[in-house]
């Protein structure tokens, strides 16, 4: 005869491992530090003031 398993310790066991497994996917994806979100904002305006500084004025 086999052991005895309780199904609700089992299940949420499982849960939690899944849980704790999409979180770690999510600090991988959302986790970045202050610098370099910093970093990114920066790169972005300086790309915008780019093609700003590049348009041609409307001769209408």
């Given amino acids: 005869m ?3 398993v309780n199904l609700n310790r089992f ?3 499982r ?3 899944e849980r704790a497994k999409e979180a770690d996917a999510n600090r ?4 970045r530090t202050k610098a370099e979100k910093l970093r990114d904002r920066q790169e ?3 790309g915008t ?3 700003d500084g590049k348009k041609l004025d ?3």
């Fill in 2 to 4: 086999g052991d005895v």
């Fill in 11 to 13: 299940r949420k066991t």
């Fill in 15 to 17: 849960e939690r491992a």
């Fill in 28 to 31: 991988v994806r959302f986790g």
């Fill in 44 to 46: 972005a305006e300086r």
């Fill in 49 to 51: 003031q780019d093609l």
């Fill in 58 to 60: 409307d001769p209408a």
